[in-house]
């Protein structure tokens, strides 16, 4: 098995980086737009089979709930 791309696959990847760029820039913007409310050191993890992945207009706000870091009990 060649470890070089063919030049097809150097295209498609080519284009999938050109998405991805494209893509962190538009989430850069809206988030300047946007500022979040979320707490600082908050995290969003998204599980490889969440519903998000499937359909681009499915909001975070319909599928998430919030957990939160129980507080350390004095003994």
Do not use: C, F, R
């Not at 993890?45 to 992945?53: A, K, T, Y």
């Amino acid at each position: 098995m060649s470890k070089e791309l063919s030049k097809e696959q150097q295209d498609e990847l080519n284009q999938l980086m050109v998405q991805m760029a494209e893509e962190a820039i538009s989430v850069k913007l809206d988030y300047e737009k946007n500022v979040s409310n979320l707490d600082s050191g908050s995290v969003v993890v998204v599980h490889q089979n969440s519903p998000l992945l499937d359909d681009e207009n499915e909001k975070l706000s319909e599928v998430a709930y919030s957990i939160t870091k129980k507080e350390k009990e004095d003994e």
